[in-house]
């Protein structure tokens, strides 16, 4: 338990150094590493869409539970 909590922290530090370039690099990143996976395996396209919507309302509400309706939250603290 202590080695998880001392790599969050490790963790938590360097995200806190991004800027807003290095997220958009993290993005593009990630865009480009599912362009390269779909093209090497065709058949994800084959999966019905409802799968995709369903990871992206995952994706969407752990994003408004960050930054949503309790201000501007920063790891798992929010400031108001």
């Not at 799968?51 to 994003?63: D, G, H, N, T, Y």
């Amino acid at each position: 338990m202590r080695f998880l909590t001392l790599w969050m922290d490790y963790w938590n530090r360097q995200v806190k150094k991004f800027t807003i370039i290095d997220v958009k690099l993290a993005e593009g990143t990630a865009i480009a590493f599912t362009l390269i996976l779909v093209k090497l395996f065709p058949q994800i396209l084959t999966i019905s869409i409802w799968w995709f919507v369903a990871a992206l309302l995952i994706c969407w509400v752990r994003l408004w539970h960050i930054v949503g309706l309790n201000g501007f939250a920063v790891g798992f603290k929010a400031i108001n």
